[in-house]
């Protein structure tokens, strides 16, 4: 089971950092990417982190502003949000690959075994 967290309401240029917990079993063999879906749009993968931690990718519409980290330690992955634009406005879900390539992950892919119900971050003045 997954669940997301710290989404909210938040002005343009504000920070946020979400939260991904997992209950039941260990992360240590899951890669973790972060979906979202803005109202009318295709859900959208935005980073991802390898089960290792030591890899991680972003898309062109997130880079340089948000920044993807997991503690395995808390089974927890974290998205750190700044400079928010009114398009970062979407359910963001979080969602896990289970693999045995501790270092690899696929931003591009929807393939996931897991997935979150999802967290509205709201970006508006």
């Known amino acids: 089971l997954l669940v997301e967290s710290g989404g909210g309401w938040v002005q343009p240029g504000g920070s946020l950092r979400l939260s991904c917990a997992a209950s039941?079993?260990?992360?240590?063999?899951?890669?973790i990417q972060w979906f979202r879906q803005a109202p009318g749009k295709e859900r959208e993968g935005i980073s991802c982190?390898?089960?290792?931690?030591?890899?991680?990718h972003y898309a062109d519409s997130v880079k340089g502003r948000f920044t993807i980290s997991r503690d395995n330690a808390k089974n927890t992955v974290y998205l750190q949000m700044t400079n928010l634009r009114h398009e970062d406005t979407a359910v963001y879900y979080c969602?896990?690959?289970?693999?045995?390539?501790?270092?690899?992950?696929?931003?591009?892919?929807?393939?996931?075994?897991?997935w979150g119900e999802g967290v509205l971050v709201n970006v508006s003045s």
């Open positions: 969602a896990a690959k289970s693999t045995f390539l501790r270092t690899v992950c696929d931003v591009r892919s929807s393939s996931m075994d897991w």
């Open positions: 039941g079993e260990g992360l240590d063999y899951d890669a």
């Open positions: 982190v390898s089960a290792s931690g030591t890899n991680t």
